[in-house]
């Protein structure tokens, strides 16, 4: 079993910066590749970024290319999403997720993610 709990969201103004944490308490979370999801009124949820269980391949929404970067510490159980030059597009709750990679699976489909967080606010004022 793998808990997470999000930390790190609040009210911005658009152009700043945010670092997003997400704090795993499963024994095995290096074997986890980890993910962001964020999800704005009335919308669906949506992938952000994604990383692999070392960190050796990540994966971002075009949207946020260049603008946020996945990582993850494994030593400390964390993965962090710093979001820079944000944008008030970017307002959404985000989630923290955790998934088994297999062969053929995807890192940016949310319904392959096993392991939810309770999401954390990020608004960005314009």
């Known amino acids: 079993q793998v808990q997470l709990v999000e930390s790190g969201g609040g009210l911005v103004q658009a152009g700043d910066s945010l670092r997003l944490s997400c704090a795993s308490s499963?024994?095995?979370?290096?074997?986890?590749?980890m993910g962001w999801f964020r999800q704005a009124p009335g919308k669906e949820r949506e992938f952000v970024a994604a990383?692999?269980?070392?960190?050796?391949?990540?994966y971002y929404q075009d949207s946020v290319k260049g603008r946020f970067t996945i990582s993850r510490d494994n030593a400390k159980k964390t993965v962090h999403l710093q979001m820079n030059s944000l944008k008030p597009e970017d307002t959404a709750v985000y989630y923290c997720?955790?998934?088994?990679?297999?062969?053929?699976?995807?890192?940016?489909?949310?319904?392959?993610?096993?392991?939810w967080g309770q999401g954390t606010q990020v608004t960005v004022s314009s």
């Open positions: 997720a955790a998934k088994i990679y297999y062969s053929g699976s995807s890192p940016t489909r949310g319904d392959e993610y096993e392991y």
């Open positions: 499963g024994r095995t979370f290096s074997s986890y590749w």
């Open positions: 990383i692999s269980w070392r960190g050796g391949s990540t």
